[in-house]
């Protein structure tokens, strides 16, 4: 008996799907999505304002303006290239990171600063937003996903819902249970696994013994692919497949994005020198997935400085006004907290909440 | 008599039928399937096989699998894919097949289930129902006989309810599926079958957060749910032999507590036996202990009695029937208190 038999060849079958390579060229002319110029720069647009949001929230972060944060940057191709395949009415179950994921569904930029900040009022998804408020425990979200595909399918709605979470999460029992129930009831879902190489400090070597994530999808019957988390094309174009493949009732898929986060794992003290090296921040970097974007955007004459920087500012000006509007937000007191605990309130609340009231008036 | 809120009084063909507690779960089950679409039931053996104790026979073969689903053996799975469902506009019933295999799915409802509502300051709320049979004494292998309903009274969110008759368990049920929020449903497994009683056709409801007295009696006051029920009532005929009069309080919802059923009881007696299956320490009994001191702190008139499953895990079911409560073992107590 050879126990090396049935792993072998296995890698091949997991290798990364790349159409625009570093140098912003295409060298998978077969796989190129079908995007209008219009589309092009939209994604464009959206990368650069999202890189801009990263590092205002940082510095917001550090002057004591916003609370938790998860830096976002390296990410904008795997979170906005999901995103740009979906369609309004999809339902998105997002992990604390995809914040921009959350806000291009429709999320207004004052909650999201909100959410940062520990006010409910963040995790009130307008009414046409499709979307829970970003998960804290890792992992949970994908059997909740599974749930949200299965009413789809029983609604008989032509959407999906897509749930993301990083490598970390892939070693979480849920992260199982979710693509499988998934795939037994053959659910509209898309499992999008975020791979940026560490989930705080531990590398994802050390998270399994599988030389992919993408591969776990076939233990449980469903199509796993290994995509290049910072080429946009490839990203989007996988993504959009998954969906049809749903949308037509034939299952879910599972996407692993090979990406890297530029910063620390939050601003809560995280210091990403004790586990990464300068060589290894530099060879990501090179794998930029705006500087790649711009190149090949520039070579069909649809982007400029000028235009980068326009967004730039856009981007700068309608963060601080968020800012202004989330300042301005009601402050959360803790009657309405107790409040909201059950539609109809029990008497034990109801007595906490006297003696709140009483406090809150002084 | 119970305030049952009928929905439908016309009916004049027969209103009851003789049924067991498993008998009356599965028609409360079918009532929902029946009258609203979006109730679905999830779980592991629901369908094709009807439970492994029977509560959902037959209705997979009425209402289609899609309604009612063989799940993956996935409690976290289970939970996660129904809180999904929820926030879909779906009200999910699922059967976790024994309370003692509910604890992977622990994370689930206390993460998701009991504070979405919060979280969201309302914007969305989980409607869900856990069924959970619970308790020892049917003889199962370890694990199965568990009674934690204190691990969810801990939970801000989610109601728990217990009841410990067939037309408790209807009326209890429908209303825990039209409740809005996440509730426990923990089904005694012992008294599944222990005793028929006429239940009412219609669909009715019981309200969550009501308890019953059950007996009166002026002497001592017996608080107790579910399983632990048969055994109060028991105790106390035989306290009334002897001349002892009790109150035995059924609390049906063991959150939010019925606060003013046991404060009224225990003011007028002066004496209380709280029983319970679960462990003692930390054990709803505590709370009910702390109902009674803030409520009733001198009107007592003897220490109040705990006859509870010891501080151990529920043993093999060779020594089951030590560990639980019995009538031998209350009766000691009501005589404690009253002779203090």
Same mark, same amino acid.
């Given at each position: 008996?050879?126990?090396?038999?049935?792993?072998?060849?296995?890698?091949?079958?997991?290798?990364?799907?790349?159409?625009?390579?570093?140098?912003?060229?295409?060298?998978?002319?077969?796989?190129?999505?079908?995007?209008?110029?219009?589309?092009?720069?939209?994604?464009?647009?959206?990368?650069?304002?999202?890189?801009?949001?990263?590092?205002?929230?940082?510095?917001?972060?550090?002057?004591?303006?916003?609370?938790f944060y998860a830096p976002t940057a390296?990410?904008?191709?795997?979170?906005?290239?999901?995103?740009?395949?979906?369609?309004?009415?999809?339902?998105?179950?997002?992990?604390?990171?995809?914040?921009?994921?959350?806000?291009?569904?429709?999320?207004?930029?004052?909650?999201?600063?909100?959410?940062?900040?520990?006010?409910?009022?963040?995790?009130?998804?307008?009414?046409?937003?499709?979307?829970?408020?970003?998960?804290?425990?890792?992992?949970?979200?994908?059997?909740?996903?599974?749930?949200?595909?299965?009413?789809?399918?029983?609604?008989?709605?032509?959407?999906?819902?897509?749930?993301?979470?990083?490598?970390?999460?892939?070693?979480?029992?849920?992260?199982?249970?979710?693509?499988?129930?998934?795939?037994?009831?053959?659910?509209?879902?898309?499992?999008?696994?975020?791979?940026?190489?560490?989930? !705080?400090?531990?590398?994802? @070597?050390?998270?399994? &013994? =599988?030389?992919?994530? +993408?591969?776990?999808?076939?233990?449980?019957? #469903?199509?796993?692919?290994?995509?290049?988390?910072?080429?946009?094309?490839?990203?989007?174009?996988?993504?959009?497949?998954?969906?049809?493949?749903?949308?037509?009732?034939?299952?879910?898929?599972?996407?692993?994005?090979?990406?890297?986060?530029?910063?620390?794992?939050?601003?809560?003290?995280?210091?990403?020198?004790?586990?990464?090296?300068?060589?290894?921040?530099?060879?990501?970097?090179?794998?930029?997935?705006?500087?790649?974007?711009?190149?090949?955007?520039?070579?069909?004459?649809?982007?400029?400085?000028?235009?980068?920087?326009?967004? !730039?500012?856009?981007?700068? @000006?309608?963060?601080? &006004? =968020?800012?202004?509007? +989330?300042?301005?937000?009601?402050?959360?007191? #803790?009657?309405?907290?107790?409040?909201?605990?059950?539609?109809?309130?029990?008497?034990?609340?109801?007595?906490?909440?006297?003696?709140?009231?009483?406090?809150?008036?002084? | 008599?119970?305030?049952?809120?009928?929905?439908?009084?016309?009916?004049?063909?027969?209103?009851?039928?003789?049924?067991?507690?498993v008998q009356a779960i599965n028609d409360?089950?079918?009532?929902?399937?029946?009258?609203?679409?979006?109730?679905?039931?999830?779980?592991?053996?629901?369908?094709?096989?009807?439970?492994?104790?029977?509560?959902?026979?037959?209705?997979?073969?009425?209402?289609?699998?899609?309604?009612?689903?063989?799940?993956?053996?996935?409690?976290?799975?289970?939970?996660?894919?129904?809180?999904?469902?929820?926030?879909?506009?779906?009200?999910?019933?699922?059967?976790?097949?024994?309370?003692?295999?509910?604890?992977?799915?622990?994370?689930?409802?206390?993460?998701?289930?009991?504070?979405?509502?919060?979280?969201?300051?309302?914007?969305?709320?989980?409607?869900?129902?856990?069924?959970?049979?619970?308790?020892?004494?049917?003889?199962?292998?370890?694990?199965?006989?568990?009674?934690?309903?204190?691990?969810?009274?801990?939970?801000p969110g989610v109601k728990v309810v217990?009841?410990?008759?067939?037309?408790?368990?209807?009326?209890?049920?429908?209303?825990?599926?039209?409740?809005?929020?996440?509730?426990?449903?923990?089904?005694?497994?012992?008294?599944?079958?222990?005793?028929?009683?006429?239940?009412?056709?219609?669909?009715?409801?019981?309200?969550?957060?009501?308890?019953?007295?059950?007996?009166?009696?002026?002497?001592?006051?017996?608080?107790?749910?579910?399983?632990?029920?048969?055994?109060?009532?028991?105790?106390?005929?035989?306290?009334?032999?002897?001349?002892?009069?009790?109150?035995?309080?059924?609390?049906?919802?063991?959150?939010?507590?019925?606060?003013?059923?046991?404060?009224?009881?225990?003011?007028?007696?002066?004496?209380?036996?709280?029983?319970?299956?679960?462990?003692?320490?930390?054990?709803?009994?505590?709370?009910?202990?702390?109902?009674?001191?803030?409520?009733?702190?001198?009107?007592?008139?003897?220490?109040?009695?705990?006859?509870?499953?010891?501080?151990?895990?529920?043993?093999?079911?060779?020594?089951?029937?030590?560990?639980?409560?019995?009538?031998?073992?209350?009766?000691?107590?009501?005589?404690?208190?009253?002779?203090?």
């Open positions: 008996m050879s126990f090396k038999s049935p792993l072998e060849g296995i890698d091949e079958k997991f290798e990364m799907i790349q159409i625009l390579n570093e140098d912003g060229e295409i060298v998978n002319e077969d796989a190129m999505p079908d995007l209008s110029d219009e589309d092009l720069v939209e994604i464009m647009r959206r990368m650069v304002y999202t890189r801009v949001l990263d590092q205002r929230s940082i510095a917001l972060n550090r002057q004591g303006r916003l609370g390296g990410q904008e191709a795997s979170q906005i290239g999901s995103h740009f395949a979906l369609e309004k009415e999809d339902f998105l179950l997002p992990a604390y990171r995809d914040v921009p994921q959350l806000i291009w569904h429709g999320l207004p930029l004052y909650q999201a600063f909100l959410f940062s900040r520990g006010h409910f009022h963040g995790n009130q998804m307008p009414e046409d937003v499709n979307a829970v408020s970003p998960q804290i425990i890792i992992g949970a979200q994908i059997t909740q996903a599974a749930g949200v595909a299965l009413g789809l399918k029983r609604r008989g709605k032509p959407n999906v819902a897509i749930t993301y979470t990083g490598d970390g999460g892939a070693s979480q029992g849920d992260f199982y249970e979710g693509i499988n129930f998934a795939g037994a009831y053959q659910a509209p879902a898309i499992f999008v696994v975020q791979n940026n190489q560490f989930a !705080i400090s531990v590398p994802v @070597e050390k998270q399994s &013994a =599988a030389n992919t994530i +993408a591969q776990k999808a076939a233990a449980v019957g #469903v199509p796993g692919f290994l995509v290049d988390g910072m080429d946009v094309f490839a990203v989007y174009q996988v993504v959009k497949e998954a969906r049809e493949r749903a949308v037509n009732g034939d299952g879910p898929t599972l996407i692993e994005t090979m990406t890297y986060r530029y910063g620390p794992h939050t601003m809560a003290g995280d210091d990403p020198t004790r586990y990464r090296s300068e060589d290894m921040n530099d060879k990501w970097e090179k794998r930029d997935p705006l500087v790649r974007f711009r190149k090949f955007l520039e070579g069909k004459d649809l982007w400029s400085e000028e235009k980068e920087n326009e967004v !730039i500012e856009t981007a700068k @000006e309608e963060i601080k &006004a =968020a800012i202004k509007k +989330a300042d301005g937000h009601d402050k959360q007191k #803790v009657t309405d907290l107790i409040s909201i605990m059950y539609e109809e309130l029990p008497s034990n609340l109801k007595e906490q909440m006297e003696e709140y009231k009483e406090k809150e008036s002084k | 008599m119970m305030d049952i809120k009928m929905e439908d009084q016309k009916t004049q063909t027969k209103t009851t039928q003789s049924l067991t507690m409360a089950l079918k009532t929902m399937l029946e009258q609203d679409e979006t109730t679905i039931l999830l779980g592991e053996d629901i369908g094709k096989n009807g439970g492994v104790f029977r509560a959902t026979e037959g209705l997979q073969e009425q209402f289609g699998e899609d309604r009612v689903i063989d799940t993956p053996l996935s409690e976290s799975g289970i939970v996660g894919t129904s809180i999904g469902l929820a926030v879909n506009g779906f009200k999910p019933v699922c059967e976790m097949q024994f309370m003692g295999f509910i604890y992977p799915a622990y994370d689930q409802i206390m993460t998701h289930a009991s504070r979405l509502r919060m979280k969201t300051m309302g914007h969305y709320s989980v409607p869900m129902v856990i069924r959970a049979p619970y308790g020892a004494g049917i003889r199962a292998p370890e694990i199965h006989s568990d009674s934690m309903e204190s691990i969810f009274t801990h939970m217990c009841p410990a008759t067939p037309k408790d368990a209807k009326g209890l049920l429908i209303a825990a599926i039209e409740d809005p929020d996440p509730v426990i449903f923990m089904e005694p497994m012992r008294s599944y079958r222990a005793q028929r009683e006429e239940v009412p056709t219609e669909k009715y409801q019981l309200p969550i957060g009501k308890g019953e007295k059950i007996k009166e009696g002026d002497d001592v006051t017996i608080i107790t749910w579910g399983a632990m029920l048969s055994v109060a009532k028991q105790a106390a005929e035989q306290a009334e032999s002897q001349g002892i009069g009790c109150d035995v309080l059924d609390l049906k919802t063991l959150y939010p507590l019925d606060r003013n059923l046991i404060a009224e009881s225990v003011q007028k007696t002066g004496r209380a036996v709280i029983v319970h299956e679960a462990h003692q320490t930390g054990g709803l009994s505590q709370d009910i202990l702390s109902v009674i001191n803030d409520t009733s702190f001198l009107y007592l008139r003897a220490p109040i009695e705990r006859v509870t499953g010891f501080d151990v895990p529920v043993p093999f079911f060779a020594l089951e029937d030590h560990y639980l409560p019995t009538a031998k073992r209350v009766l000691s107590s009501i005589e404690k208190a009253v002779h203090f």
